[in-house]
């Protein structure tokens, strides 16, 4: 790899690992960049998980060192999520670089809504607690983990949509968003590297700036940081969906 695109990687993942802390989405900034350097759309899909799986590793870490961990609320949800991510990922390991390409741009455009919803610069407005059946809370996972298994980029939001749906409180939310991401990924990761779409050169460069973001991202959650972060990931949704489709 060229010293340049050893350096973005690094720089770019630092800035993925925040923004996926701090809310969700930060892989809309890093697949496109391994695109950038010449991974083919599969591959830079497979890559990426690993840098993701250590910048949730580091997070949690962060998180439990400042007094907050999601680990014991992060379990009744982990088993649905893991079976779906595991039929993901064999599912999208299928699919040709073309093809991802394609899809994930749409997938960027559809992420637009939740990540507006909340509002450009405010906070969510808490809810009442509300519980879900268990048959539902079951289904509503298993398809964030199928989600996540195949695409990755923003299940940390569709995660925390669904935990903010219960009232959590976000710097909680955040918190269990992190191990369930690490986890989702930690399923897929081996899928990935049997199907020889893991390009580990890049990978290692992107993962020293993901496990620097989760840090960082950490502690900017636990102040109040995701306020911050939401528009400026709206626009990064729209650039970058507009790029894998070819629109310019």
């Keep these: 790899m060229e010293p340049l695109h050893i350096a973005l990687l690094v ?10 802390t701090l809310a969700g989405g930060g892989s809309l900034l890093s697949v496109p960049l391994l695109v950038f350097v010449g991974l083919p759309g599969d591959l830079a899909n497979g890559t990426n998980r690993i840098g993701v799986a250590v910048q949730c590793a580091t997070a949690t870490w962060r998180f439990r060192a400042e007094g907050i961990s999601g680990l014991s609320r992060a379990l009744p949800v982990l088993v649905p999520v893991c079976l779906g991510s595991l039929i993901g990922a064999a599912a999208i390991s299928q699919l040709g670089a073309t093809q991802f390409e394609r899809l994930f741009g749409i997938v960027m455009l559809l992420l637009l809504y939740p990540t507006l919803r909340g509002g450009l610069g405010e906070p969510r407005s808490r809810e009442p607690a509300r519980t879900w059946p268990a ?22 939001l569709l995660l925390i949509v669904a935990l903010d749906h219960s009232g959590i409180d976000l710097v909680l939310a955040n918190s269990i968003k992190v191990v369930v991401v690490m986890v989702l990924t930690l399923v897929a990761v081996p899928v990935f590297i049997l199907e020889g779409q893991v390009v580990w050169g890049p990978a290692i460069a992107l993962t ?31 650039a970058l969906a507009g790029r894998m489709l070819d629109l310019y």
Excluded: C, D, K, S
Excluded at 141 to 148: E, N, T
């Design 11 to 20: 720089g770019v993942g630092g800035v993925a690992g925040v923004i996926n």
């Design 135 to 156: 048959p539902l809370r079951f289904g509503v996972f298993f398809v964030i983990g199928l989600y996540g298994g195949a695409v990755q980029a923003g299940v940390g």
């Design 208 to 238: 020293a700036g993901f496990a620097t973001g989760g840090i960082a991202g950490a502690r900017l959650a636990i102040h109040g940081g995701e306020r911050l972060i939401r528009p400026a990931l709206a626009v990064a949704v729209v």
